[in-house]
């Protein structure tokens, strides 16, 4: 099942990286930065950044700076996915502009926020190596003959965070340590830890409670009854992953949330009288089609906030959504990431007291940064759920890997 959705001319739907990006074994990196602000008004600009590839052709990018002054904040960019911790900014390549060749340029754009002044920035890196303005003139490494030839090598395990206790079972030890080198080197052009909102981000940034819109792309009706059984299978299967960092009941590692609740906050729908309830006990979002579909407000979504400013949401911050999950009539399969899931709203009506809704367990998964495997299988014959088919729960495989994400990540959250 696909680890993401269809890409959006100029959306911002990126979760992980689409596809695994191969980076010559040496490139030479020069480029020259423009940046201007089109565009102000109180509190607000916007700003166009052009970027001149003065070197090698790039295959897969990444553009960082650091805003000048501390209120200086990234809203909505457009031709790259846009993220920002602190002062800095991130922006990497969108599918479609990830290649540029030798003398090409990239052309970005963003709307953004600032407090009292907005001065532009004034240093600029690709890929970790600052713009000067001028052609690369170190000289690449000087080709090696190797003495023997390459063998296929099993990955060795990436040396884990001081003090962390990785006490998989033995047999999985070598699988799991391939799926992370993996990992890191396919997921956003080989800079996992550059993206910064995985489930677990989000699940940090909302202090361990996760809010959902529902998507109700179909033309049918829903009951108040139907409505409170979705809420309740999202609390049930959100929990199944919840539960893998649990020994004994006691987090694992130093993971803090015993419980995770769950909450729908948000419906969004074609039209106001496909909802069967005349309460206000979530909020209704009509005719925000987005993606050909019906939208939570963006001004409340994660997604499109991941600096967690929810200003604009009506309602405030306790009404945002983290995720969405997406119910499309019709729909076979399955997407995920960082932004929600998406599945049939059949599929899903159909199996809300399943003891496993597997599709929504794999693609909950991908939120959380886990990997497909269409190509390749690290414990063959076993199965496990992310490797869609081959499970329909999930599986101690399925658990490690999910730990190795958070023994991996968890120094963000200063655990
Ligand atoms: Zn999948």
């Not at 997604?303 to 604009?312: A, E, L, P, T, V």
Request: glycine content about 12%; charged content about 15%.
């Amino acid at each position: 099942m696909k680890r993401r959705v269809v890409w959006l001319a100029a959306c911002l739907m990126a979760a992980f990286s689409v596809v695994a990006v191969l980076r010559p074994a040496y490139a030479a990196v020069g480029c020259r930065v423009t940046y201007a602000v089109t565009n102000q008004w109180p509190g607000g600009f916007g700003a166009a950044v052009t970027v001149a590839n003065l070197g090698d052709p790039l295959n897969g990018w990444s553009l960082t700076f650091v805003f000048p002054d501390g209120g200086q904040k990234v809203a909505d960019g457009w031709n790259g996915t846009f993220t920002q911790s602190g002062s800095a900014v991130t922006v990497t390549n969108a599918a479609w502009n990830a290649s540029v060749a030798g003398g090409g340029t990239i052309s970005l754009g963003f709307n953004g926020s600032y407090a009292s002044a907005n001065p532009a920035p004034t240093a600029f890196s690709v890929n970790g190596t600052a713009c000067t303005g001028s052609a690369p003139t170190t000289s690449p490494p000087a080709p090696t003959t190797p003495t023997t030839p390459p063998t296929p090598t099993t990955p060795t395990p990436t040396v884990p965070p001081a003090g962390d206790a990785w006490s998989p079972p033995s047999t999985l030890v070598q699988p799991l340590a391939a799926v992370w080198a993996h990992q890191e080197q396919t997921y956003s052009n080989g800079n996992l830890y550059g993206f910064r909102n995985y489930g677990w981000d989000q699940l940090f940034a909302a202090d361990g409670a996760i809010n959902y819109c529902v998507r109700w792309d179909s033309t049918a009706r829903v009951t108040a009854a139907q409505r409170d059984a979705i809420h309740g299978a999202l609390q049930g299967q959100y929990q199944k992953w919840m539960d893998q960092m649990l020994d004994n009941g006691q987090g694992w590692n130093n993971w803090p949330y015993r419980q995770v609740p769950v909450k729908v906050v948000g419906w969004a729908v074609r039209d106001r009288a496909q909802l069967d309830w005349t309460d206000n006990s979530v909020d209704i979002y009509v005719g925000n089609i987005n993606e050909n579909a019906p939208q939570c407000a963006p001004a409340c979504g994660r997604f499109f906030h991941q600096d967690n400013n929810y200003s604009g949401c009506p309602g405030g911050a306790s009404h945002h959504y983290d995720h969405s999950l997406w119910l499309t009539a019709g729909f076979g399969g399955g997407a995920g990431g960082d932004w929600g899931q998406r599945m049939g709203s059949e599929y899903f009506l159909s199996n809300l007291n399943a003891e496993n809704i597997h599709i929504f367990l794999h693609e909950l998964g991908h939120t959380y940064g886990l990997d497909d495997f269409y190509d390749w299988d690290p414990t063959p014959g076993r199965g496990f759920l992310m490797r869609a088919g081959s499970a329909t729960q999930i599986t101690d495989f399925d658990k490690w890997m999910f730990r190795d994400w958070w023994r991996h990540l968890k120094s963000r959250y200063g655990r």
